[in-house]
């Protein structure tokens, strides 16, 4: 088992809709959790950091964290063409443990 | 300020060559780690370095090795290529040895044939 799972997709909206993305870990020991937006032929942007549980809001992005479940999400509102990439989802444990686990990552297209 | 670069952007190798890949890290970063993106995968840590020294590595095989420079630019190696290390591969530098931070450059396509 991975340590985070996290449903490949592709995943197709119409403009506009609401989005949500998830991922799922096995690790208790993960402290730090990000969302990384990858386009094509480009390497990974962050996009959202959280540490531990709660919400955390940047403009039509918001990230959450449920520790007790073991589960991430990021929410994408009023989606745009422009947001049509991969989003991967990122953690590590406590400082001292510089890894970076990813899970595989999500393609999302928004339909115009 | 300039972003992290990786040279060259595409390569293609033959099975048992070796290869160096090219990493200059963002303006003021110390920390330079490598990962490598199999085709519909997540990045995969292979190592990181700090002040010269590696500083943590992966689950890969010795014939994957790397170096830092006093300008904190990084490479990375690959001896013995094999199929299966076909990829795109992706500097991520960082001030400290704290991952949230890390900016990534855009990859190196590495095809093995």
Known sequence: QKEVEQ??????????????????????????????????????????????????????????????????????????????ATYLCAMISNFGNEKLTFGTGTRLTIIP | ETGVTQSPTHLIKTRGQQVTLRCSSQSGHNTVSWYQQALGQGPQFIFQYYREEENGRGNFPPRFSGLQFPNYSSELNVNALELDDSALYLCASSLATSSYGYTFGSGTRLTVV
Do not use: H
């Not at chain 1, 993305?21 to 096995?26: D, E, G, H, I, R």
């Not at chain 1, 955390?56 to 745009?80: H, N, P």
């Open chain 1, 7 to 84: 449903d490949p997709g592709p995943l197709s909206v119409p403009e506009g809709a609401i989005v949500s993305l998830n991922c799922t870990y096995s690790n208790s020991a993960f402290q730090y959790f990000m969302w990384y937006r990858q386009y094509s032929r480009k390497g990974p942007e962050l996009l959202m950091y959280t540490y531990s549980s709660g919400n955390k809001e940047d403009g039509r992005f918001t990230a959450q964290v449920d520790k007790s479940s073991k589960y991430i999400s990021l929410f994408i509102r009023d989606s745009q063409p422009s947001d049509s």
